[in-house]
């Protein structure tokens, strides 16, 4: 199941949209409903009885209809109600936890169409979303808020962690001392708080207009987290590989849990070497340091990196140097000479004072 899918119909479903009005509404008058999120040939197939509507949605004629036996179903878009009072009858051989009637035929449903299905349960007091093989049970937004909250101290802690390793490793950088292990440590750092905002941010979406809040404080904790993470993949392949730095961002987006707590599988996917390698010495390119010089297009940052090949050499190169790459004036020149030093200066002045 595509992650886009579920992050959309969490978002159809937060608090504030009418469909969430609907379903809280059949909630507290302790009656249950099975809602079909899109209309297709495959529900077709499944579906008999029940009589058509084609009316636009509103929350109040979800919860009359809800009153009545059956399925009701909406277009993908949940603008529209379809169908009302339908049986569903999805294939009996599809497996299923599940125990009660209803909720029985959602996560079959579900995974037989790939379409989002909600059961509500009067008796249990819960709104479940079933989406191809995932169940996700929809909390009060007390609850949500109180999680995400936890989740945001703990990506507080984990970012302040990633500014110390990653102004490390700009000071080695500088004195070229970098070694596999000063890298990976920075990769890993930067994974685990890409992974921690993505949780954060599925609550802001289950939270609907009520994470506003919270999507703000996620926005400030993470800024520049997605640049970084793509600038140290191609500080460290070899020159010309910047086709698979995706692939290596993917990869090390596919480790689990316990394998991006070590330091020698976080190497192997960063391409850069193994457990046997943590202290090979290895040179940065300088896309790190150069993206911290203000007004300094990308295009030149190619050329200058393409010319001089490692950070060393740009540190290393005259003002004459500079003007001998294409696109780089005097001006332009002075800024990126000025800039390195100060970099170069700042970094190694936090690592030793």
């Given at each position: 199941?595509?992650?886009a899918?579920?992050?959309?119909?969490?978002?159809?479903?937060?608090?504030?949209?009418p469909?969430?009005?609907?379903?809280?509404?059949?909630?507290r008058?302790?009656?249950?409903?099975?809602?079909?999120?899109?209309?297709?040939?495959?529900?077709d197939?499944?579906?008999?009885?029940?009589?058509?509507?084609?009316?636009?949605?509103?929350?109040?004629?979800?919860?009359?209809?809800?009153k009545?036996?059956?399925a009701?179903?909406?277009?993908?878009?949940?603008?529209?109600?379809?169908?009302?009072?339908?049986?569903?009858?999805?294939?009996?051989?599809?497996?299923?936890?599940?125990?009660?009637?209803?909720h029985?035929?959602?996560?079959?449903?579900?995974?037989?169409?790939?379409?989002?299905?909600?059961?509500?349960?009067?008796?249990?007091?819960?709104?479940a979303?079933y989406?191809?093989?995932?169940?996700?049970v929809?909390?009060?937004?007390?609850?949500?808020?109180?999680?995400?909250?936890?989740?945001?101290?703990?990506?507080?802690?984990?970012?302040?962690?990633?500014?110390?390793?990653?102004?490390?490793?700009?000071?080695?950088?500088?004195?070229?001392?970098?070694?596999?292990?000063?890298v990976t440590?920075?990769?890993?750092?930067?994974?685990?708080?890409?992974?921690?905002?993505?949780?954060?941010?599925?609550y802001?979406l289950?939270?609907?207009?009520?994470g506003?809040?919270l999507?703000?404080?996620?926005?400030?904790?993470?800024?520049?987290?997605?640049?970084?993470?793509?600038?140290?993949?191609?500080?460290?392949?070899?020159?010309?590989?910047?086709?698979?730095?995706?692939?290596?961002?993917?990869?090390?987006?596919?480790l689990?849990?316990?394998?991006v707590?070590?330091?020698?599988?976080?190497?192997s996917?960063?391409?850069?070497?193994?457990?046997?390698?943590?202290?090979?010495?290895?040179?940065p390119?300088?896309?790190?340091?150069?993206?911290?010089?203000p007004?300094?297009?990308?295009?030149?940052?190619?050329?200058?990196?393409?010319?001089?090949?490692?950070l060393?050499?740009?540190?290393?190169?005259?003002?004459?140097?500079?003007?001998?790459?294409?696109?780089?004036?005097d001006l332009?020149?002075?800024?990126?000479?000025?800039?390195?030093?100060?970099?170069a200066?700042?970094?190694?002045?936090?690592?030793?004072?």
């Amino acid at each position: 199941m595509a992650a886009a899918d579920l992050r959309g119909t969490l978002a159809s479903v937060a608090p504030g949209t009418p469909l969430r009005e609907g379903l809280e509404r059949i909630l507290r008058g302790r009656t249950g409903a099975l809602v079909v999120i899109g209309h297709d040939r495959v529900i077709d197939s499944i579906s008999t009885g029940g009589f058509a509507l084609d009316v636009p949605f509103t929350a109040t004629g979800l919860r009359e209809l809800a009153k009545m036996d059956g399925a009701i179903i909406l277009d993908s878009s949940a603008s529209r109600i379809v169908r009302a009072a339908v049986h569903l009858m999805p294939d009996p051989s599809i497996p299923t936890t599940e125990s009660g009637t209803r909720h029985r035929t959602a996560e079959r449903v579900a995974r037989q169409t790939g379409i989002p299905v909600i059961s509500v349960s009067a008796s249990m007091h819960m709104i479940a979303l079933y989406l191809d093989d995932v169940r996700h049970v929809l909390e009060e937004p007390t609850a949500v808020v109180s999680r995400a909250n936890q989740a945001l101290q703990t990506l507080e802690r984990y970012r302040t962690r990633l500014d110390e390793v990653s102004d490390a490793l700009s000071a080695l950088e500088v004195e070229d001392l970098v070694t596999v292990r000063d890298v990976t440590a920075v990769a890993q750092r930067l994974e685990m708080v890409r992974r921690i905002s993505d949780e954060i941010d599925t609550y802001v979406l289950e939270l609907g207009s009520d994470g506003r809040l919270l999507s703000l404080q996620l926005n400030e904790l993470v800024a520049g987290v997605d640049a970084e993470r793509g600038l140290v993949v191609r500080d460290y392949l070899p020159a010309g590989s910047d086709d698979r730095v995706e692939q290596v961002l993917d990869s090390l987006a596919d480790l689990d849990s316990e394998q991006v707590l070590d330091l020698g599988t976080v190497a192997s996917a960063l391409q850069i070497g193994d457990a046997n390698s943590l202290d090979s010495s290895v040179s940065p390119h300088g896309y790190r340091l150069l993206a911290r010089i203000p007004r300094l297009p990308g295009s030149v940052v190619d050329r200058l990196i393409a010319h001089f090949g490692t950070l060393q050499r740009l540190l290393g190169a005259s003002l004459d140097d500079l003007q001998a790459v294409e696109g780089v004036g005097d001006l332009r020149a002075r800024g990126v000479r000025d800039g390195l030093s100060r970099l170069a200066e700042s970094s190694i002045l936090e690592r030793y004072v």
